[in-house]
């Protein structure tokens, strides 16, 4: 396979100071890639340094297979072929959407321009706004149009710069994940800069979590979710808590909702100390269990109940539970645990 | 919004804006500075004791009659052109739509040309007091009558032709201010008073003082009209000590005192509008909601808006007109109609390259605002202060130098004279307009493309555009307003401007503002008075096409539906 | 490129031929083209010209040097003239034809400028309330009894430097100083306006007195404007020192620069200018006095009677002007 964003090693400084640290990720073509974290964690900067806007410290970028920045060169933004969606969408206000589509496509002919701006319009469902200028679009269809113009010189990769921060949350998911289907049909590559892991989960094949200007993990959501390589990544992707507990043997560990564990060995040495990850949903509600625990806070989640739950030694655990199942605080329930991976790191 | 900082755009970390000619521009603005770099150098010079003489006698009323002229000026502009911006953007009354543009038009009138007008009007032997004394059978002194020759007398004259400055960019800001504020406001319990006072005129402090320092380096650098009424300030000063005392060293630090002076308010006009940055409010625009005036209201605010009007303009227009009528059988109307196209060529020329040069220095600033461009910005921004008859001598002084060393040079070596190349011909005249104006189309563009976001630029730059391709496609169609004021704005002043064009321009060489001074200075300001109207008629059509610019600069804003 | 092209194009278009007759002229454009004009058509000599302030021309001619194309200065007073004499921007110029025309108290020794027209500058009163016979000379302006009666103009104008230089050369710094003093103490006004509101002024009551040139009077006089002939007609003329030096006069004048190319046709057109017809044109456009006694005067002037003339050599007056106007500035005459 491919790779069309390959980096190794980058590092990028603003202004003297170390944004960046030593980044390696490759993204194969026609998927779609984000970087995850907090603000400031140096995302941004690594999106810009992708696309040329920053210069790297150090290390190489490379786009579908070109080099375009190194030790010794550093292609400037205008030749590397990439497409970027800004945070405010930056339209040019004099100019309609469908200028706006077209800003990119130099030296097409008129017809062709035409054809493209159609094509694109179709897809993100623009197609009514051709003609009208900027300053009357809502925010949604202002970020279709961004995205459109990014996306007509069919660049060989597409950059996306918290491209769903500026619009109302509920919209967010709805949007990422029409745009998804937009960009795989189109087979475009991208990658986006998000601080949503939702957002970054309705969107993306592989996700990269960042702290502090370094790559913690580079993996798909599922993996990510569930076999997070740091107590870092575990905590700031999907809900959920840590138990401690002690390691048994090299499979098992024993915590205050039993012995964990399975079939895969979890590297620990027996006897030691560790923390547990117990996501919600490895936490069943079963009246039939004979592990209990008492109800201290429940939030509504629509399709179910999110429990906080006490277990006997006061540690608290999460549970989603279906909204039929309904019980008062103080309740004494019945749990199991059901998990496929055994998430534990050194307490 | 905390990715790029405003002014710091990314190109100038990949190394892209290195090819752009920056030693090019520091060269540009290197030569337009030598004649306010050899009006500073004289500082050092020694005076032989012109200083002293200066000190002990006249040097305290230089000072304290220009800051008279200062303060009243400022105050006075203020409240004539914040208050009726104000007026004509949020309410709707009787003639506001007029009122709009009419605002603008006195901006047409030299403050040299307002100042003769009222004086014939208004002095002791002009037709009111003539009036007054034949009617009432009254000798002078025994009626009350202003002074109009006098410091008060041309704090008036300037501020009503200066006004529109204040009023032009108040009327900018409010246009561009974001409704909901003001709305915010009055859910908050404030009157529509109290919303513009505590919330309007904070909000476009910035634009009020860009304004106001435009005034001010106006009011400093007016010599036509402290000459006119006999005042001694600062420029009337420099040109005492110069011929007078014959001191020309004396006379350029005196011009330096006031550079430097000058160069605090640019500071503090370029610190209020670094502020404005964080002061811009929404980019979502509503159409703005104009109350309908009632009643007192509607009367106190037609009354507060023509004011202004029919004492800067239509008062001294019609004066003007009926002496034109008058004396316009002695009128050659043959010289008549080359001196209106000198004036027009000579403003469209330098409107022009002032724009292109403005465009250029300040588009590769925001590429590269480096230490070097920003001083050298600020040091071009003086000019526009500077009397232009000092301007007229710091350009003749390089001009003249090196038309004679590269004469010397080429008699020497290849026998041949090339006299003066460049001395006494029009391009010493643009060379001198252009470092007076220079600095308002600076200053215009400058401001335009600070709203323009460096994501623009980066989209374009992500698009594959070199720069010069994203300044024509992206910013020039973006700030066409800008580019619209900053070429108008120098237009009218070149037409209006006189001293520079008097001492450097070529032989038989004449404009409608020299012809209007000349007779004005023989004391016919009746015969004057043709061509000073067709100054102002020359002004008017620039000058609404620029109030009209700024009517639509809200985006979605149709002035007229 | 191309406006640097269209700029060049521009300049040559506006450089003058070189056997031409360059001037530049603090005589206003339409008070000397009519008989440049004229020159032209008689001699085929073309003329260019511009015209400035005179210390700003003097300044250019200054700046230029040698290579400066203006062969001829022209100026409006005696003081600018010294002044350019001093800057050693002329150019000495010997002619017995103009020689033998101007009286040698108007023009320079060493032939250096030379005077065309001359003016005298006095004293305008108010005919109703002023006595004639209470006025005598410049002197007595300085007296208590005129408190709060004289309107002049500003100090900054060379008329009045060049009045105060006479003065100067004549009685010494300290009596010119104490003279001005008085006269400052009987301003009935800050200095303001040029001659013309002076007379209007005391037309209007503001105040009795006033100094002012003659043409100018004259010009009110002849003004297109009724309210100005009203105003002229309620004053009269006083010429000072009648018993003394005589009234304080000074010339319009011009001068062949040291860098002057074409001094033949310079000189012809000097001594044009010094000629019958043009002198007669000088008194009837601009109420100007002859500087050669075979010329008439306008009858304007004439009706104002013969005067005795200070004969003072008018370069005195540049040489003093500089402590004139210190002395000014020291006495407050603003």
């Known amino acids: ?347 | 919004m905390d990715k790029a900082p405003e002014g710091a755009l990314s190109s100038l970390k990949t190394g892209f804006s290195n090819r752009l000619p920056t030693l090019g521009i520091l060269l540009l603005c290197l030569l337009l500075s030598v004649p306010v770099l050899t009006i500073l150098a004289s500082v050092t010079n020694s005076s032989d004791g012109v200083w002293q003489h200066l000190y002990d006698t006249v040097l305290g009323d230089y000072v304290t009659h220009s800051l008279t002229l200062l303060v009243g000026v400022g105050l006075m502009v203020l409240v004539l052109g914040i208050g009726p911006a104000w007026l004509v953007t949020m309410t709707r009354f009787p003639g506001s739509r007029i009122l709009e543009w009419a605002l603008v038009l006195p901006l047409a009138m030299p403050a040299y040309i307002i100042a003769y007008t009222y004086t014939g009007m208004l002095d002791v032997g002009g037709p009111l007091q003539l009036w007054i004394r034949e009617t009432f059978e009254l000798r002078f002194g025994e009626y009350w009558f202003p002074q109009i020759r006098s410091l008060n007398g041309a704090v008036v004259m300037l501020s009503l032709v200066l006004y529109p400055y204040v009023y032009l960019l108040s009327r900018m800001a409010f246009i561009e201010q974001s409704v909901c504020v003001l709305e915010v406001s009055r859910t908050l319990g404030a009157t529509p008073f109290q919303a513009f006072t505590r919330v309007a005129i904070p909000l476009a402090r910035p634009a009020i003082i860009a304004g106001l320092s435009l005034v001010l380096m106006e009011t400093l650098a007016d010599y036509g009209t402290v000459q006119y009424f006999g005042i001694s300030a600062f420029t009337t000063g420099i040109f005492r000590t110069w011929f007078g005392l014959g001191s020309i060293t004396a006379a350029a630090q005196l011009a330096a005192v006031l550079m430097i002076f000058i160069l605090f308010l640019i500071l503090a006009e370029h610190w209020s509008r670094q502020k404005a940055r964080y002061h811009h409010t929404s980019n979502k625009y509503t159409r703005l909601p104009q109350i309908e005036l009632t009643g007192w209201k509607r009367a106190g605010a037609m009354t507060y808006c023509i004011l202004p009007v029919l004492l800067g303009f239509v008062i001294p227009f019609v004066q003007l007109s009926m002496w034109a009528v008058d004396t316009w059988h002695l009128i050659d109307k043959e010289s008549f109609l080359t001196l209106f196209f000198n004036s027009l060529e000579l403003a469209s020329i330098t409107a022009v390259i002032a724009l292109l040069l403005g465009l250029f220095i300040t588009y590769s600033k925001r590429l590269r605002p480096t230490l070097a461009t920003r001083g050298m910005v600020r040091i071009l921004g003086l000019g526009y202060a500077i009397p232009g008859t000092v301007i007229a001598v710091g350009v003749l002084i390089p001009f003249a130098w090196f038309d004679n060393t590269v004469d010397a040079w080429m008699r020497e070596h290849f026998d041949i004279a090339t006299g003066l190349l460049l001395s006494g011909t029009l391009v010493a005249v643009v060379f001198a307009y252009l470092v007076r104006f220079l600095p308002v189309s600076l200053n215009t563009l400058d401001a335009g493309l600070g709203k323009i976001k460096p994501t623009m630029d980066d989209v374009g730059r992500s698009m594959g555009l070199k720069p010069l391709q994203i300044l024509r496609r992206v910013h020039v169609p973006i700030m066409r307003g800008s580019l619209l004021t900053a070429s108008l704005l120098v237009f009218v002043d070149v037409l209006k401007e006189l001293p520079a064009t008097l001492i450097l321009r070529p032989f038989n060489f004449n404009t409608l503002a020299i012809r209007t001074y000349e007779l004005a200075n023989q004391e016919r300001l009746a015969e004057a008075s043709s061509t000073a109207l067709m100054i102002v008629l020359a002004g008017i059509i620039p000058v609404i096409i620029l109030s009209q610019t700024i009517s639509r600069s809200r985006p979605g804003h149709d002035a007229r539906t | ?334």
């Open chain 3, 1 to 334: 490129m191309v406006r640097k092209l269209s700029l060049v194009l521009l300049a040559a278009c506006s450089m003058p031929a070189l056997a031409d007759v360059n001037i530049y002229s603090a005589r206003q454009e339409n008070l000397i083209k009519p008989i440049l004009d004229t020159f032209t058509e008689r001699t085929g000599v073309k003329v260019n010209l511009v015209t400035g302030a005179a210390d700003e021309l003097i300044q250019r001619l200054t700046l230029e040097g040698a290579n400066s194309p203006a062969d001829l200065l022209i100026a409006e007073d005696v003081g600018r003239l010294y002044r350019a004499k001093q800057a050693g921007v002329l150019q000495a110029v010997k002619s017995s034809t103009i020689n033998d025309i101007i009286p040698a108290q108007y023009r320079d020794s060493e032939g250096f400028w030379f005077g065309l027209s001359l003016r005298s500058r006095v004293i305008i009163y108010d005919k109703a309330r002023v006595n004639p016979a209470d006025l005598s000379t410049y002197a007595d302006l300085a007296d208590p009894k005129w408190d709060n009666k004289i309107c002049v103009r500003s100090s900054s104008n060379i008329y009045n430097q060049s009045l105060v230089a006479s003065m100067v050369s004549r009685n010494g710094v300290a009596a010119t100083e104490a003279w001005v003093t008085g006269l400052v103490a009987n301003f009935a006004r800050n200095p303001q306006g040029g001659d013309r509101e002076q007379i209007s002024a005391v037309a209007a009551g503001q105040c009795e007195l006033a100094i002012s040139n003659t043409y100018y009077y004259g010009g009110m006089l002849n003004s297109t404007n009724a309210a100005e002939r009203t105003a002229a007609q309620a004053v009269a003329v006083f010429f000072p020192d009648q018993n003394g030096n005589g009234a304080h006069m000074n010339v319009s004048g011009a001068a062949v620069t040291r860098a002057a190319r074409n001094v033949d046709e310079a000189v012809q057109l000097l001594e044009f200018l010094a000629g019958e017809e043009a002198q007669a044109w000088y008194a009837e456009v601009n109420n100007e006095f002859p500087v050669r006694s075979d010329v008439a005067a306008s009858e304007v002037l004439q009706s104002w009677g013969t005067f005795k003339a200070d004969n003072i050599a008018l370069e005195q007056l540049g040489i003093h002007n500089a402590e004139a106007v210190r002395l000014m500035d020291r006495a407050g005459w603003q």
């Open chain 1, 1 to 347: 396979m491919t790779h069309v964003l390959e980096l190794k090693d980058v590092s990028v400084a603003l202004e003297g100071t170390v944004i960046v640290r030593d980044i390696n990720l490759q993204l194969p073509q026609g998927m779609i890639g984000c970087l995850l974290g907090p603000s400031g964690c140096g995302k941004t900067t690594l999106l810009r340094a992708i696309a040329g806007f920053e210069k790297a410290l150090h290390g190489e970028i490379k786009i579908a297979g070109h080099t375009v920045s190194n030790q010794q060169m550093c292609l400037p933004v205008e030749k590397r072929h990439v497409g970027m969606v800004f945070q405010d969408y930056a339209l040019f206000p004099h100019l309609t959407v469908s200028e706006n589509i077209a800003f990119g496509l130099g030296t097409m002919s008129r017809a062709d321009k035409h054809k493209r701006v159609q094509e694109l319009a179709g897809m993100l469902k623009i197609g009514e706004l051709l003609n009208a200028y900027p300053h009357r679009l809502s925010g949604g269809q202002q970020q279709r149009v961004a995205v459109a113009r990014a996306m007509a010189p069919k660049p060989r990769i597409l950059l996306l710069d918290e491209p769903f921060a500026s619009l109302d949350v509920e919209l967010r998911e709805e949007i990422a994940r029409e745009i998804r289907l937009v960009l795989k049909h189109d087979g475009i590559t991208a990658i986006l800069v998000s601080h949503n892991q939702y957002e970054a989960f309705a969107m993306a094949d592989e996700i990269g979590v960042m702290r502090a200007g370094q790559l913690l993990q580079w993996s798909t959501p599922f993996e990510l979710y569930h076999q997070p390589a740091c107590a870092y990544v575990a905590d700031f992707v999907g809900e959920g808590v840590f138990l401690q507990g002690k390691v048994l043997d090299s499979a098992r560990v024993e915590t205050a909702l039993g012995v964990l564990g399975g079939d895969e060995l979890h590297g620990f040495a027996e006897g030691s100390s560790v923390s547990v990850l117990i996501r919600p949903d490895d936490v069943i509600h079963d009246d039939a269990s004979p592990t209990t625990a008492r109800v201290i806070d429940k939030a509504f989640r629509g399709a179910g109940y999110l429990y906080t739950l006490a277990l006997g030694d006061g540690s608290q655990v999460q549970s989603l539970v279906p909204s039929h199942h309904r019980h008062a605080q103080g309740e004494m329930i019945g749990i199991r645990i059901e998990m496929d991976h055994l998430v534990a790191f050194a307490a």
